[in-house]
């Protein structure tokens, strides 16, 4: 693209034009010419082209093959990759063209290079989604190992120094997490404590839970005290029990 910057550079351009009308009729500027693919010494090409089956986008593009009659062929595994189900048996070329297809129509937009095809349920490939297909060795496999964690949170009181008493403390409390893992789960407790008047008030137990994860089953277990989970209309509880 040409930026003009100066007075001088437009009216260059604009005598340039002028001076090509005076040209001869026969005389025509180069035109640029769109890429296409190349074809093979039969008269094929291919084509890659974004599949719509009953105008829904599969979101694939498949490999096709144009045959110079316009017939569109594509390989067995490529059909039942895009959602078609291809004919029992291939042509010589290990082709198969989609007029042969029963129950099938087609339509090439090659502006957006996309293919339109219309056909019935019986005409689309089944696409089974096997979730425990994946061999173990293509996950990357959970580490566990043994350890414990020990959060705590202390409060203190005192009298005020301007009354000048001897005893100041007042007592103090704390709030406690303890969790200790392994191979074979979680167990966390917690609980909260305190000390005031000379006297240790003891433990009062917040919630104890033993839990276990399973990433071959994609699940969780919990034991002891949990919250249940709670739709947008309902409020979660707090409960007492085994959850899975």
């Given at each position: 693209m040409l930026r003009l910057r100066s007075k001088g550079g437009r009216i260059a351009v604009v005598a340039a034009g002028t001076f090509l009308t005076f040209l001869p009729a026969n005389a025509q500027a180069p035109q640029t010419q769109i890429a296409e693919?190349?074809?093979?010494?039969?008269?094929?090409?291919d084509l890659y082209l974004e599949v719509f089956i009953n105008d829904v986008s599969t979101e694939l593009i498949g490999t096709f093959t144009q045959f110079p009659d316009g017939r569109l062929a594509a390989t067995p595994d490529e059909l039942k990759q895009v959602g078609l189900?291809?004919?029992?048996?291939?042509?010589?070329?290990?082709?198969?063209?989609l007029d042969q297809l029963p129950d099938v129509a087609f339509r090439i937009d090659e502006p957006t290079q996309r293919l339109f095809v219309t056909t019935t349920n019986e005409g689309r490939a089944a696409r089974v989604v096997d979730v425990q297909a994946a061999e173990k060795g293509d996950r990357i496999q959970a580490q566990s190992g043994y350890g414990g964690v020990f959060n705590y949170s202390l409060f203190a009181s005192s009298n005020s120094l301007v009354e000048n008493r001897v005893d100041l403390f007042q007592g103090i409390s704390g709030a406690f997490d303890a969790r200790v893992f392994s191979p074979y789960g979680t167990l966390?407790?917690?609980?909260?404590?305190?000390?005031?008047?000379?006297e240790f008030g003891g433990f009062t137990?917040?919630?104890?839970?033993?839990?276990?994860?399973?990433?071959?089953r994609m699940m969780t277990y919990r034991a002891g005290d949990f919250i249940s989970g709670g739709l947008a209309w309902t409020r979660p509880v707090y409960l007492g029990g085994i959850q899975a």
């Open positions: 693919p190349a074809p093979d010494q039969t008269g094929r090409r189900k291809p004919v029992d048996s291939a042509n010589a070329d290990g082709l198969v063209r966390n407790q917690s609980f909260i404590a305190g000390y005031s008047d000379g137990r917040l919630n104890t839970t033993w839990s276990y994860s399973d990433p071959e």
